[in-house]
């Protein structure tokens, strides 16, 4: 569906070009949910953008590739372009789900006029009626009521926000998802109905959700596959459940040993320090200087993202 081949991208800055993606391969598959998880600033959000061609923010393309090919499931025609051309496919093709419902959402607006203007034309052929009475059928399978669509964003909850957002990025039934953590700052049940919505969403158009997220419980409940991002880099990826169960990188062994678990006794082990500036990247590893296994070749030589076992590639020299 989407391959990035060698993608090198990020912001331009005085003192530096930081590559918040750099050198990364990935594929990303249809009918799949893939999260991306990874610590603060590892480059996740960046990554997020070039899948989605948002290359607003000073963000800019410096290397590599990235290829769309898109199959509409009923007529089966297939739609080819590349990441400077993906914003053509946006609420088409691919829709977006930000992480700030508040801060996305007009506060003067009322969220019936929001949904039909992000619609396409295509959406719009009919009347107005039709296309609410449309609307409000779309929302109540999510359990959504019609005053959802009479209300301002500040008469509803956070979670009902979150949701109308998520809503309003599936109902031209796209091919492709993207949702950059878009269930931080929500209590625990509210995540837990949003992540449900997108996995059920998933489900039935049978599209690819890619879903960014710092927190591994999420990307545990309901992705397949995971890609961990560190410093700018993909690190490893695999299907979910064999990185859970048999992490090869070190970094991802940490991450998932810092989980907290139910019934567990004594200290979780953390992970030191942070990762390294990325305007700035060390040589060789770069998770290196936090490793517990790291030797001299590591700070010498980056490890390429190999397989490891079928379709489960990790970045280190020695696992
Ligand atoms: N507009 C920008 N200009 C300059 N640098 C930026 C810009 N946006 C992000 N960065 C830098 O790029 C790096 C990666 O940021 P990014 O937001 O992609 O990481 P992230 O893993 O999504 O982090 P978080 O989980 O905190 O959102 C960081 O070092 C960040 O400071």
Avoid at 54 to 69: N, W
Avoid at 214 to 242: C, F, N
């Amino acid at each position: 569906m989407i391959e990035l081949k060698n993608v090198r991208a990020g912001y331009g800055t005085p003192e530096a070009f930081v590559a918040a993606v750099d050198d990364v391969t990935l594929t990303v598959q249809d009918n799949e949910i893939l999260g991306i998880a990874g610590e603060s600033g590892c480059g996740k959000s960046t990554l997020m953008r070039t899948l989605y061609g948002d290359f607003s923010g000073g963000l800019k393309m410096a290397g590599g590739t990235v290829k769309g090919s898109f199959t509409d499931p009923e007529s089966g025609r297939v739609t080819t372009s590349e990441a400077a051309k993906f914003q053509d496919l946006w609420w088409d093709v691919m829709s977006y789900v930000p992480q700030g419902s508040m801060s996305v959402l007009n506060p003067i607006m009322k969220v019936e006029n929001q949904i039909v203007d992000a619609l396409p034309k295509r959406e719009k052929k009919g009347s107005k009626a039709e296309l609410r009475q449309r609307i409000v059928e779309f929302l109540a399978g999510f359990g959504l009521p019609e005053t959802v669509l009479d209300s301002y964003p500040h008469q509803l909850s956070g979670g009902m926000r979150q949701r109308v957002l998520v809503a309003i990025a599936a109902f031209v039934r796209p091919r492709l998802i993207l949702a950059d953590e878009p269930t931080t700052a929500l209590d625990v049940v509210v995540q837990k109905r949003i992540l449900l919505m997108l996995v059920e969403i998933q489900r039935r158009l049978k599209n690819t959700l890619v879903l960014v997220s710092h927190d591994l419980g999420v990307h545990y409940q309901i992705t397949d596959r995971i890609a961990i991002a560190y410093a700018g880099k993909i690190v490893e990826v695999g299907p979910t459940s064999e990185v859970f169960e048999n992490p090869r990188h070190p970094y991802t062994e940490a991450l998932i040993g810092a989980l907290p678990r139910v019934g567990q006794k004594g200290e979780r082990v953390g992970l030191e320090g942070r990762p390294p500036s990325l305007a700035s990247p060390p040589d060789g590893c770069r998770f290196a200087a936090r490793c517990p296994e790291a030797q001299a070749i590591c700070r010498q030589s980056s490890p390429p993202l190999v397989d490891k076992a079928p379709n489960h590639a990790s970045a280190c020299h020695f696992r």
